[in-house]
């Protein structure tokens, strides 16, 4: 398992960040998503062989938020 933390911006409220750890939790290989509003950042834990980070990243924009590692 790896963890990364992703700079997620556009998030402002408790709706942003359940639809970001909903749409990153729904990707097969995570296992853990922590989202966290004030700093603006999504703590992930993935298998790596699984999902790839630019997976994460782009289940993130999908929703309509910036995501950077």
């Known amino acids: 398992m790896q963890t990364t933390l992703i700079k997620v911006d556009g998030m402002s409220c408790k709706h942003c960040v ?3 750890t ?3 939790s729904a990707l ?3 296992k853990a998503v922590e989202v966290d509003l004030d700093a603006g950042t999504a ?8 999902v790839t ?10 929703e309509g938020y ?3 590692a």
Do not use: H
């Not at 703590?43 to 699984?50: C, G, K, N, T």
């Not at 980070?53 to 999908?62: M, Q, R």
């Open 18 to 20: 359940k639809a970001v």
């Open 22 to 24: 909903n749409a990153v």
């Open 28 to 30: 097969s290989g995570v």
């Open 43 to 50: 703590s992930v834990e993935y298998d790596a062989s699984a």
């Open 53 to 62: 980070l630019d997976k994460i990243k782009a289940a993130i924009t999908d």
């Open 66 to 68: 910036e995501a950077a």
